[in-house]
């Protein structure tokens, strides 16, 4: 298995396993939307900028 070295996508694939996750399983992390929305536009970010 290959994992990407650009930031942005191993980002957004972290951001994207975490939210479906949330979905199907109750996790009890108080700032979860907090967390997620940070990670968004961290991973949004770093591609649009290239990284």
Do not use: C, H
């Not at 951001?15 to 996790?27: A, E, F």
């Not at 979860?32 to 990670?39: G, H, P, T």
């Amino acid at each position: 298995m290959k994992v990407t070295k650009n930031l942005g996508f191993l980002l957004l694939g972290i951001w994207l396993v975490i939210t479906g996750l949330s979905q199907v399983m109750s996790i009890p992390v108080e700032s979860l939307n907090m967390i997620l929305a940070v990670l968004g536009i961290a991973s949004g970010a770093l591609i649009i900028l290239g990284r």
